[in-house]
């Protein structure tokens, strides 16, 4: 079997385990959020896809923490290349979407809006999408994607404003629906809170992305002298061993000392 630092071993072993826990947690920030978007038992737009996403970003972490410690504790080269390729593949994979939600997020922003405004009037929307805008009016206290006038002059009730509601958040408006009427109403749209939920939910996907970008080149950085050490046991590595820069050249001059018998 070769000879692998066990200082070296044991980082590595250490760093497999943080990377199944951030897998873990991956896979439960899923199921987290499988929760909080199940709005009345129906499938909102893109969720699926990110919740394919999540359960197989996650579960293919935690695959390949297992295989690099596995690999590490059996001293098996085969394990670790693999493990070394899947951190290359990773890394470029997590750096390129990265960039790619930096670069995108704006033109995302004004492609969401522009679908937004198909929907409207939201009168005249479908019922799944009514009750949504319903359900969310209700629970965020706005009224509208973008205006009160969203609706028309059938302003559903959940727009209204509750008794007890502080002075400015809302609105007297007037309607015609057969007879001259008024409403107060949510001044706040649904819009902006909707997009800024959205942001925080790309910028903590982000934050993911590029943590498990910089998991995986050090995970790169481990697994590649661990695959150097066995192939060269007898070869130190730059990781392991000091610079001779460092050490203490040997004294120019020695003193001389006669053997014994002279």
Known sequence: MASVNTCLKLIFTIFNVFFAVVGAAIVGLALLFQVLTNVGGEDLEGRSAVLIGLYTVGA?????AVLGAYGAHRENRGCLIVFLVCMVIGSLMMLRAGVFAIYGHHEGERELEKRFRELLPLDQAAENVKDVADRF???????????????????????????????GECQSVTYTDMLLDRKSVYVQTCFPIVLHYLTLIRNVSMGIVFALAALALLGMALSSTIIHQMRYPGRSTLMMTVPSIFTLP??????LHNPPGY
Do not use: A, R
């Open 60 to 64: 293919i972490t935690m695959v390949i």
């Open 137 to 167: 009016q209700t629970e965020m206290h706005c009224c509208g994607l973008f205006s009160y006038s969203d609706w028309e002059d059938n302003v559903p009730d959940s727009c209204l404003c509750d008794p007890g509601t502080e002075v």
């Open 250 to 255: 040997p004294p120019k001059y020695q003193e």
